[in-house]
């Protein structure tokens, strides 16, 4: 029993401390955020009073607000990630379901073509994936921001491994009871597979919130402006004030932590296949 | 198996079919009120826009019923964001009608035909009252291509408190400017690791080319033949090699930081800065009570001078359809009621020579300086269609130089290379 | 009563395969695919982006100048030593703080929010404050005053050839770890946990049960895991690109850094896609390579 105690005293002990270590990037902007303009690098190397907002202000918020769109531009990258991810849960879960699951000829085929695919940068094909999508007529369209992504190879391949995983005699049993192929998978696969979904949901989510090349090329009016490309605004040409920035950073921050926090506790012993013993 | 090949092809196919010639460029638009459409993008700068926006403003109240012009603020970001959508817009032709450019590039964009030659549509009166300056940086291959909006300058902030307590002389007139030698003596003076000399990198972008370039122009040397195509001779000769070497001395020596803070004149890090108008301007409002004070850009030993200048400037794009319209907007824009609420809200000196005649801002300490430079010493950067590329390679040479690297080496890596960009640029003219 | 062999070879209906395939191929192809196969003829024009109309056929002469141009090989050297180093550094990492975080204790999702902070945090901030640790000045960078506390040399971090490219990736470790950390977590938790009571059972203790059940239990999605780093690692183009521009020296100049900077800021489309299809074709065989490792 106080082997138990000494082990958890030990984890809780090393988490604080590598998490004191992570966050504290994260502390020192929100930290700066509340500071006047002058504070912020000058506190830099002064040890502690980094974390502190001493000469608390909210001049830096009041600036962003009054000076910039943020709420807009937060509000359109929440309308467009969330459909795109909704639809790339759907579409690639399907995939890598069928992927793992199904029989049919060319599946290899299928798979190696995705992994092939993955591979490729965003770089090597952005100017001409824009291209395509201009000739679409998307110019400045919330379309040519989701649709392009929806159909996504890493998530096809993360869906496909960990459907691998769930036992062929869950499917059979449920296939026998008279379930068709489709039920299966929305009724019985999708909710015991909580942990891959969330980490989908959130590895999406972060991704394309921190969007800057693709939304700065596909976007022009105010009313498309994801939040990275208002952000940007911010670093432009001198000066640049810092204090806003810090500000604005913080604001846009907020939403995906609440989103990670919210989502994490998904992360439960979800394969409760272990009931099923042969 | 074949026959999801073939699928797959007959998609992609289709997909050729569907789009070919479905992008017209769209043709000048008329809307509701019928007036004509003009469309415009300058890059987000947060402390121009207002003055961007207030003329669009009036701009439409004045052409009421005859024209609607809308101005786009493009995010640009610590990076070449702008340049970048500039860029992929004109290799999809939606490029807008007037089109803003930084100084510099607007060689390599009238190059490519970017933006369309403006000597019939500007008047010889507006021509005339710009600076000589902003015509050469906006003059390429003998046509004018591009009308400044604004003015830069760079000159040598310092901590008034520092010099006072060494005993600096401070020169009283810009004949009098420091030399070369002076500046090295006066850092090396005061430089201890947690306050050094001189603040020379204010970025790691165009930063490095804009401020330092005046070191090769003002030393027998240039970044490129004037007429931009070779490089090779130019930015390495003697001169050039001299310049780098000073330079590098700074920060071998720790007189100059390879990593300033952004704020490190106003944090006591350092006690010089070779910083343009719009960076005093922001210390004079966030640090009202710092011992700010300005003084000539340096000079060498012989009395030659030379200062950094160059701004954003607007032209009309290949996809503008009607040219009548362009060229009504791009005159408001850039007349002197324009150019001074740019001048004005930026820091920045003003483009046309009327804007200076009774302004108190530039007439008087501590702008001063800097509007005595632009009419004295100011030499833009080089008109070259590959500025894009020696721009970057000349930041990353000078960072290596200044970490320690060969000068003569690095110099002439670059120009080599610079070279080389410029043939291929010619080679992908040839049809 | 159908067995398991029956249902292994048992073809599914077509009518299933073509609902649950068809949309994500469909957009796949139009898409990506395409994409992928213009760059790949891009890369055989001499193509200035600015003058499309203009671009003419070249044949292979991109790949010519790619094979003599010591930057593509420093830039090849780069990117394969950065993923080598991140697949040994950055993996075990964040299995570690996957193992810390794994039991559901109180608070345990706070933990799991910090490691996840920096994958949100901007990089233009995390590169700032970087810049800041790294700062060559011993009295302003956090780990040269550190350094010299210690008696020892300060060292040049970014601006040294022979440096940036490591403090590069230690940064890249600390705020990417999250992301392997989330995927190697819910690996962890597919765990069945009797196996780890049946463990117990048999007289294990902790270290027996990480080496008889987790290791094993985890071996297909860190295998997983090292696949898909792997690929990632060698794309990698923010962290250069926002803290040292590829210098000092191009020491931190990756493919994929060398590929925006070909294609977006000189313009060259065509060399650039030439070296995009280079890259395909490195990166395609390392992967082959590793399967075929794995699969001994």
């Known amino acids: 029993m106080r082997q138990r105690k000494r082990a958890l005293i030990l984890i809780y002990a090393v988490n604080i401390v590598v998490s004191l270590l992570y966050i504290s990037p994260l502390l020192w902007m929100i930290s700066s955020s509340f500071k006047p303009e002058s504070r912020i690098f000058s506190d830099m190397t002064k040890g502690l009073i980094a974390f502190i907002p001493t000469d608390f202000t909210l001049d830096n918020y009041k600036e962003v607000f009054l000076r910039s769109n943020l709420l807009l531009y937060t509000k359109n990258s929440l309308f467009y990630v969330s459909v795109l991810v909704a639809l790339s849960l759907l579409v690639n879960s399907m995939c890598g379901y ?71 005699d869950l499917i059979e049993a449920a296939s026998i009871d008279g379930a068709g192929t489709v039920y299966i998978f929305f009724k019985l696969v999708v909710p015991i597979s909580g942990p891959v ?21 596909v976007t022009l009016s105010e009313n498309k402006r994801s939040i990275q490309l208002g952000l940007q605004a911010f670093f432009t040409d001198p000066p640049i004030y810092y204090g806003p920035i810090m500000a604005a950073l913080v604001l846009s921050v907020v939403p995906m932590m609440i989103l990670f926090f919210v989502f994490q506790k998904y992360y439960v012993q979800g394969i409760a296949v272990t009931g099923i013993k042969g | 198996m074949r026959r999801f090949l073939i699928l797959l092809c007959m998609i992609a196919l289709l997909g050729y079919a569907f789009a070919a010639g479905a992008n017209e460029a769209a043709a000048a638009k008329t809307n509701a009120n019928g007036e004509k459409e003009i469309t415009m993008w300058y890059y987000d700068n947060k402390t121009m826009q207002p003055a961007f926006s207030q003329r669009v403003e009036d701009f439409n109240a004045k052409y009421k019923g005859q024209y609607h012009l809308t101005i786009t603020f493009v995010p640009r970001g610590s990076g070449y964001g702008y340049e970048d959508k500039v860029n992929s817009a004109a ?341 | 009563m159908k067995t398991k062999k029956t249902k292994s070879l048992k073809q599914t209906e077509f009518k299933y395969v073509a609902l649950f395939t068809f949309p994500a191929l469909f957009l796949l192809s139009y898409f990506m695919f395409q994409a992928m196969v213009l760059a790949f003829g891009f890369s055989l024009l001499n193509f200035n982006m600015l003058k499309p109309k203009d671009a003419f056929f070249v044949g292979l002469e991109n790949y010519r100048r790619l094979f003599t141009d010591p930057t593509f090989y420093r830039a090849l050297r780069n990117s394969i030593y950065f993923t080598f180093v991140v697949i040994i550094y950055q993996i075990p990492l964040a299995f570690g703080l996957a193992l810390l975080v794994r039991k559901k204790l109180r608070g345990v999702g706070i933990f799991r929010t910090a490691y996840f902070t920096p994958l949100v945090t901007s990089i233009t901030v995390v590169s700032i404050l970087w810049t800041f640790i790294y700062n060559p000045n011993p009295t302003q960078g956090l780990l040269n005053a550190m350094i010299v506390k210690f008696g020892m040399k300060p060292s040049m971090f970014l601006h040294d050839p022979k440096s940036a490219m490591n403090a590069i990736i230690l940064m890249s470790g600390w705020h990417s770890a999250g992301r392997q950390m989330m995927i190697l977590l819910a690996g962890l938790q597919a765990i069945p946990e009797d196996l780890y009571e049946a463990a117990a059972i048999d007289g294990a203790n902790a270290f027996g049960k990480f080496i008889h059940v987790t290791l094993p239990g985890i071996k297909n999605v860190m295998i997983f895991v090292v696949q898909i780093t792997m690929i990632s690692a060698m794309k990698v183009f923010t962290q250069p690109y926002v803290m040292t521009q590829g210098g000092p020296k191009e020491s931190t100049k990756t493919l994929t850094y060398f590929i925006y900077q070909q294609g977006f800021q000189f313009r060259n489309v065509g060399y650039a896609s030439s070296i995009s299809v280079l890259f395909f074709i490195i990166v395609v065989t390392i992967s082959l390579l590793m399967k075929s490792l794995i699969k001994e």
């Open chain 1, 197 to 217: 979904f969330c980490t989908v949901l959130i590895l999406d989510y972060i991704g394309y919130w921190s969007d800057f090349m693709w939304p700065l090329l």
């Open chain 2, 91 to 431: 290799f999809t032709d939606q490029l807008p009608d007037l089109v803003s450019i930084d100084g510099p590039n607007v060689a390599n964009y009238a190059a490519n035909g970017i933006i369309i030659p403006l000597d019939d549509l500007v008047s010889e009166e507006s021509k005339a009252d710009l600076m000589p300056s902003i015509v050469i940086q906006g003059t390429y291959d003998n046509h004018l291509y591009a009308i400044g909006y604004n003015e830069s300058s760079t000159a040598l902030i310092y901590n008034k408190e520092i010099f006072e307590k060494n005993g600096f002389r401070i020169p009283k007139s810009i004949e009098d400017a420091y030399t070369w030698e002076e500046i090295y003596e006066m850092a090396k003076k005061i430089s201890t690791p947690e306050c050094v000399g001189i603040k020379l990198i204010t970025n790691k972008g165009e930063a490095i080319p804009y401020v330092l370039s005046s070191f090769w122009d003002m030393n027998n040397s240039a970044f490129t033949s004037a007429d931009g195509s070779k490089c090779d001779g130019y930015i390495n000769n003697e001169g050039g090699i001299e310049a780098g070497k000073y330079l590098q001395k700074f920060f071998v020596e720790g007189l100059a930081n390879l990593d300033p803070t952004p704020t490190e004149l106003q944090d006591g890090k350092s006690a010089m800065w070779l910083a343009n108008s719009g960076y005093l301007k922001g210390i004079l409002k966030s640090y009202p009570d710092f011992p700010v004070a300005v003084t000539y850009y340096p000079r060498t030993k012989s009395g030659n001078a030379a200062s950094p200048c160059g701004s954003w400037a607007v032209g009309i794009s290949k996809n503008a359809k009607d040219l009548e319209a362009a060229k009504v907007a791009l005159e408001f824009m850039t007349n002197a009621e324009s150019t001074l609420a740019y001048s004005t809200i930026g820091g920045y000196p003003p483009s046309r020579k009327s804007n200076y005649e009774g302004n108190e801002m530039w007439n008087t300490e501590p702008f001063k300086v800097y509007a005595e430079e632009l009419f004295a010493t100011a030499v833009p950067r080089p008109r070259t269609p590959v500025y894009t590329v020696l721009s970057p390679k000349f930041s990353e040479t000078l960072l290596d130089i200044a970490a320690g690297a060969d000068v003569k080496e690095g110099l002439d890596a670059l120009a080599k290379y610079v070279d080389e960009e410029y043939a291929r640029f010619q080679s992908s003219l040839k049809k």
């Open chain 1, 98 to 168: 069928a992927l793992a699951k199904f029989n049919f000829r060319g599946k290899n085929l299928i798979f190696n073509v995705v992994i092939a695919l993955l591979v490729l940068p965003l770089e090597s094909i952005i100017l001409s994936l824009y291209w395509v999508v201009i000739r679409l007529g998307w110019n400045d369209t919330f379309t040519a921001l989701i649709v392009p992504f929806v159909a996504k190879c890493f998530n096809i391949y993360l869906f496909r491994q960990f459907f691998l995983d769930i036992p062929d």
